[in-house]
């Protein structure tokens, strides 16, 4: 079962926010070693960028074509 929107919306930054703290606590270099795809920090920097992107552009596409149905 998958949970529903403001469920994932609240869990995801705070889980990728762990992420990150986890990954700062562990790794010795840890600025540095955001830049590299391997590392954990990469990751749980990427994810709260790329959701609320994705979600933006998907609610952007719902609209245009709300509006262009209704027109």
């Known amino acids: 079962m998958l949970p ?3 469920t994932l919306t609240v869990l ?3 889980l990728s ?3 990150l703290f986890y990954s700062a606590s562990i790794d010795e ?3 540095r070693g955001c830049t590299s795809t391997n590392s954990l920090c ?3 920097l ?4 790329t959701i609320p992107v994705y979600v933006f552009f998907h609610l952007w596409t ?3 074509i709300k509006l ?3 027109n």
């Open 46 to 49: 990427l994810l709260p960028i």
């Open 68 to 70: 262009f149905r209704h």
């Open 29 to 31: 270099t840890f600025p």
């Open 62 to 64: 719902w609209m245009g």
């Open 4 to 6: 529903s929107l403001p």
């Open 17 to 19: 926010l762990a992420g």
């Open 12 to 14: 995801v930054p705070l």
């Open 42 to 44: 990469f990751y749980s």
